[in-house]
């Protein structure tokens, strides 16, 4: 990409234009929005100064390129000097009439800048404090946008200010001929008590999101100063594509975007965005397969029947059957399978990955699963070896605390190929750990595992072949997040809980009475045998924030309601040996009632437990209420989960309607914008600067039709009607390359 390594230097100081003719596009839009040499300023120079340049970059509009993708969040109108309220915020379109420096008394302070300016509905008397260039920068006549506060009349509190070349709005009857003569004169027009602020009449301009350093209107600025060079800027659709989905031109919808119907042309933005995106996963998956082929796995199935047929004590519900034969049929190829297992806790996964893993073992191949923490893998392992039963497969397990001598034992196995399973952390992909031949990898909550220890995990295998992958997590998403974060995946969804499951009652609760009946049902549940979960959002009591801790109702509950219970204590800051008893008496069912934090999210698994009760669960997110609740119902007996909180929250009324993951994480989207997801955060989500769901849905479906479609016809875009979008794939994926290149 010779444009992107366009030297910066090479061109003009104060101009962010690369030079010569014609335009290159791309060049344009990656270059940099850079601080002018204050020798130059003049109305066409970019942000004011180093601290708006951070501020920019910290938001992406360091480039070009980033600017015009960074879309207005609203328009609202130009206020006029006339119009003016006291103590209200308002941007004005005005015009220097005078402007001038003088000293000021206090020393190490630069010279005040005074001006007078109008727009024809009054005049304004403005200072600029510290800014002493801008008497050469703003002579008499320049048009400039000023953001601020009336402090009364006469005094305007300027918190922003940037050039501008829009047309004055025309003079009113009213206040034609008020200017005075001298500017110490200078005041704004009172408009008498109780005149009506004159909204209707500004100009419309759009707002942005700013942040500190950075003003709107300074973005505003900046965007129009840009909008003649694009008028030759490429659009990487081609026409008929463009015709087809009856999508604007893409300088027309940048114009828009900014300087007209902001939705409108903000869409088709946000297509060509999620056009590219899927597009760069659809290319990298298929070079992906293409570098590394996997093994087939197409042997005979006597291993894994025998263990559906004679270990499982269950049979697979319909998900299950359908991913496992899905799971089997691609393993069977020399594609590495890129698989997302997709379900929520106690639905069975598991059971789908081990399936997989014995696919590998009974075709004479190894394999592995890899979770993000200790705790999980030893979950797991326990697992895996409960699921397999009878059926007699070595496994072991791989940590950072495997001793020495076991580790040594263990890894010459591996390499032998004597043992054919693993399960582990990290620890699984460190150098000295060598696979005869590893054929499928499971990595559980793949989300939490950066992409160099993915590439790392890949490479156990032999000889330049790729490990078929099965990702499971147990967040569900709705399928448009999955196609923005994992678009590189096939999605395979568990949505069934297994047979036999009760539901779990949820009730958000908030009286004192309903606090009686809750513990009054936890003792009626211990009564029977069962357990139960208290979980508070803080570890001990803190003066900054009002919630329940752990410590406090561990007390509260083991000297007074709950005193006749043996009630215990978990929370993270224990030391591992504490919890670690903790949880085995629990496991055990030496306890009653655990009071804890979220550090039962994961890692604990009583199906014994049959109340979650969740203190100022306002204060928690729709999927880890979820994941909470999901760790009580896993018995077979009839469980509750209590909610404490107000009853107005959507989300609590959300956890209390909706029992499926999938469902919630539909109704999350909708309530808090994909941003917050839980666990997507890292996943790719960030890098769409002008697509939003839920909003862009419909958008992101289509986008998807046709990033297959023109993968099927020309998979690398070599089609030179498809220029446009090859060049902009490949910018995207160096962006995302330098962006993984960062350590995990
Ligand atoms: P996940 O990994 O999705 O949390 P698991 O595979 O660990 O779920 O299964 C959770 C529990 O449900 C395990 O105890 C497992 O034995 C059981 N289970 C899994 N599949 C079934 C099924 N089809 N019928 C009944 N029980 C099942
Ligand atoms: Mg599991």
Redesign the pocket.
């Known amino acids: 990409m010779p444009a992107d390594e366009a030297e910066p230097s090479e061109r003009p100081a104060g101009s962010a234009f690369p030079t010569g003719d014609p335009l290159d596009v791309a060049a344009l839009l990656h270059a940099p929005v850079r601080r002018p040499r204050p020798s130059r300023w003049d109305a066409a120079s970019g942000f004011g100064g180093k601290k708006a340049l951070k501020a920019a970059a910290a938001i992406g509009i360091d480039t070009v390129g980033g600017l015009l993708t960074h879309l207005p969040v609203e328009s609202g109108r130009v206020g006029t000097i006339a119009g003016v309220r006291e103590d209200e915020r308002v941007t004005l379109l005005v015009q220097v009439q005078r402007i001038a420096s003088r000293p000021v008394r206090r020393r190490g302070m630069r010279p005040l800048v005074e001006a007078l300016v109008t727009d024809g509905t009054g005049v304004l008397r403005v200072a600029f404090f510290n800014q002493p260039w801008l008497v050469e920068r703003y002579p008499p006549g320049t048009k400039l946008l000023l953001s601020g506060t009336s402090k009364g009349p006469g005094r305007f509190s300027v918190a922003a200010h940037a050039p501008s070349s829009d047309p004055l709005p025309e003079p009113t009857p009213l206040s034609a001929g008020v200017l005075p003569d001298d500017p110490d004169g200078g005041t704004t027009v009172d408009t008498g008590e109780g005149a009506p602020a004159d909204e209707g009449d500004g100009a419309v301009m759009a707002r942005y999101p700013a942040t500190d350093g950075i003003t709107s209107i300074e973005i505003l600025a900046r965007v129009r100063e840009l909008q003649d060079e694009l008028h030759e800027a490429v659009d990487p659709l081609p026409g008929r594509l463009r015709a087809r989905h009856r999508l604007p031109g893409r300088v027309d919808a940048l114009h828009a975007a900014h300087l007209g119907d902001h939705e409108a042309g903000r869409r088709r933005l946000a297509f060509d965005e999620l056009l590219l995106g899927q597009l760069e996963y659809l290319r990298r998956r298929r070079r992906h397969g293409r570098s590394r082929p996997a093994v087939p796995l197409d042997g005979p199935t006597g291993l894994t029947d025998r263990w559906v047929a004679e270990a ?6 319909d998900d ?1 059957v359908k991913a496992v034969d899905t799971n089997a049929a691609g393993l069977a190829g020399d594609t590495p399978l890129q698989r997302l297992l997709m ?11 081990l399936h997989a893993m014995l696919r590998a073992v009974e075709t004479g191949h190894q394999a592995a699963l890899m979770a993000p923490t200790e705790t999980l893998a030893d979950q797991h392992f326990r ?1 895996l070896q ?2 397999l039963g009878d059926v007699l497969v070595p496994v072991e397990l791989l940590t950072g605390s495997t001793p020495q001598a076991r580790r040594k034992v263990l890894l010459a196995r591996l390499a032998s190929g004597e043992l054919p399973l693993l399960v582990g952390t990290h620890a699984l992909i460190e150098d000295p750990v060598v696979f005869r031949s590893l054929a499928v990898a499971v990595v559980d909550e793949q989300h939490r595992f950066g992409v160099q220890q993915r590439s790392r995990l890949d490479r156990k295998a032999p000889d330049g072949r790729a490990p078929h992958v099965l990702h ?1 997590t ?1 967040t569900p998403i709705p399928r448009t997040m999955a196609l923005l974060a994992y678009g590189d995946l096939d999605v395979v969804a ?1 949505r069934q809980l ?3 499951r009760k539901p779990i009652s949820t009730h958000v609760c908030a009286s004192d009475r309903e606090r009686a009946r809750a513990y009054e049902r936890i003792r009626e549940e211990v009564g029977k045998g069962r357990q139960a979960f208290v979980v508070c959002p803080l570890v001990d009591t803190s003066e900054a924030v009002d919630a329940r801790s752990a410590v406090a109702e561990h007390e509260r509950l083991s000297t007074g309601e709950l005193k006749e219970l043996r009630v215990e204590l978990l929370h993270g800051q224990m030391r591992p040996a504490e919890k670690q008893a903790v949880m085995e008496r629990f496991a055990a069912g030496t306890a009653d009632v655990l009071v804890a934090t979220t550090v039962i999210e994961v890692g604990i ?1 009583v ?1 014994n437990a049959t109340v979650m009760l969740i203190e100022n669960a306002e204060r928690f997110g729709i999927s880890q209420l979820h994941q909470l609740r999901g760790r009580v119902g ?1 018995g077979g007996n009839a469980s509750a989960c209590l909610l404490f909180g107000p009853k107005s929250t959507a989300r609590l009324r959300a956890l209390a309607s909706h029992t499926d993951g999938f469902a919630l994480s539909e109704v999350d989207l909708q309530l808090r914008g994909e941003g917050e997801l839980l666990g997507t955060r890292q996943s790719g989500i960030a890098r769409y600067r002008t697509a939003r769901l839920p909003d862009d849905a419909d958008l992101l479906l289509r986008a998807r039709d046709v990033a297959e479609e023109l993968h099927r016809v020309d998979p690398e875009l070599e089609d030179p009607i498809h220029v446009g979008l090859k060049d902009a794939v490949e910018a995207r994926a160096a962006e995302a390359d330098a962006e993984e290149a960062i350590p995990a």
Request: hydrophobic share 45%; proline share 10%.
């Open positions: 499982l004590p269950f049979a697979l519900t299950q379900g929520e806790v106690g639905s069975g996964k598991t059971v789908v990955a697992t409960k699921l499971m147990a568990l297994p047979a036999g698994d199906p896993r």
